[in-house]
Each structure stands twice: as structure tokens, then as C-alpha cells.
């Protein structure tokens, strides 16, 4: 399947791929679209903004679509998805983390690694507020893959190796200047 997703990635489809993958993976699909950003990018680096862009707009999309099967269709589609992947654990993990973080833990969670389409069933499934979820979506999802793509075009092929090694670290280092720059506005007067 990866093979696959390569091999679109550098075909005439590439872009209508990246759209249809990043799609499909914020709701069904198991395969992130970073297996189609990066050889799409390395082959084009001067298309990397749009790249990022189109990738950025079909996942927040296939989002809503995550959201909707978790609000109106958890018990025929939601759960059984849940369980193919072997996500139960997850689901509940980001459910609590909702509970207590709100905004954050979407956030959080769309940016890093964490399967995106986990938090979009859950949180429909959860009733998360709707603004607030395309909200999270849109910056974490955006960063994400803009980030990305600026690495790859400034970096080239030293990025993908450093990409590929070092993602969750990375991720993990932005999102925890994400948080302490939303506490420290919280905590300032």
C-alpha cells in the first residue's frame, strides 16, 4: 500500500492523490498523506507551499467527515473502525485528554503522530464543540504539514532523513512552545 501511495506521488494524479489520501485518512484510511508530502515535495520544491496547502485543506475535510461518523454513525461505522485499528485504547486516552485540556488536546494530538482520525471520530462522538474543533484542526493540521514541507524545501533530502528519525521529537519540541506560549498569556495580566 505504501509502495502504492509512492508511486502516485510522483505520477500525473499526484496532486487529486495527496487531496484524496489526506482526505480519507482524517476519517478511514491508515496511512498518513506525510508518505505522499515528502517525495512530492523533494520532487518539486518550489510546489511545496501548495503542496502543504492542498494536504492541509482535505485533512481538515476528511475531518469533518471523521467528526460526522463519530457524532451521527459511531455504532455502524465510528466503533467498528475503532476497533479494525485496534485504537480502542487511544480513543478513550484522547476522550480524557479532551476532558481536560479541550482546545489543546486536539490540537495537540492533530499535530503530532497521534492517528487523526482517532480524534476526529471522538470527537464527534464526543460532541466537541464544532468551532472549536475545526479550529484545533486547521492550526495543528496546517502546522504540521507546512512545517513539513518548509523542512523539505529548505533542507532537501537532509530533511527527509531528519523528518523520517526525529518526527515526534520535533512535534513534541513545537507543541510544548505552543503550550507554555498559551500559558504564559493566560498567566500574564
Request: charge should be positive; aromatic fraction near 14%.
Amino acid at each position: 500500500m505504501k509502495s502504492r501511495l509512492l508511486s502516485l506521488a510522483r505520477g500525473k494524479y499526484a496532486y487529486p492523490a495527496l487531496a484524496f489520501v489526506a482526505f480519507i485518512e482524517s476519517s478511514v484510511f491508515p496511512i498518513p498523506p506525510d508518505v505522499m508530502v515528502i517525495p512530492m515535495v523533494l520532487a518539486d520544491r518550489r510546489k511545496a507551499w501548495l503542496i502543504a496547502t492542498i494536504c492541509t485543506i482535505a485533512s481538515v475535510a476528511g475531518g469533518l467527515l471523521g467528526y460526522a461518523i463519530g457524532a451521527f454513525a459511531w455504532d455502524t461505522i465510528g466503533q467498528p473502525l475503532i476497533e479494525l485499528y485496534g485504537k480502542q485504547d487511544s480513543f478513550e486516552a484522547f476522550r480524557i485528554w479532551f476532558e481536560k485540556y479541550g482546545f489543546m488536546a486536539v490540537f495537540g494530538a492533530g499535530l503530532t503522530p497521534f492517528p487523526y482520525k482517532v480524534i476526529t471520530i471522538a470527537s464527534g462522538f464526543s460532541h466537541i464543540n464544532l468551532a472549536v474543533f475545526m479550529t484545533a484542526s486547521v492550526i495543528a493540521r496546517g502546522g504540521r504539514f507546512f512545517l513539513e514541507a518548509a523542512l523539505l524545501r529548505l533542507m532537501g533530502d537532509r530533511a527527509q532523513a531528519l523528518i523520517e528519525k526525529h518526527f515526534a521529537l520535533i512535534v513534541t519540541g513545537i507543541f510544548a512552545a505552543v503550550a507554555l506560549s498559551f500559558l504564559a498569556l493566560k498567566l500574564i495580566p
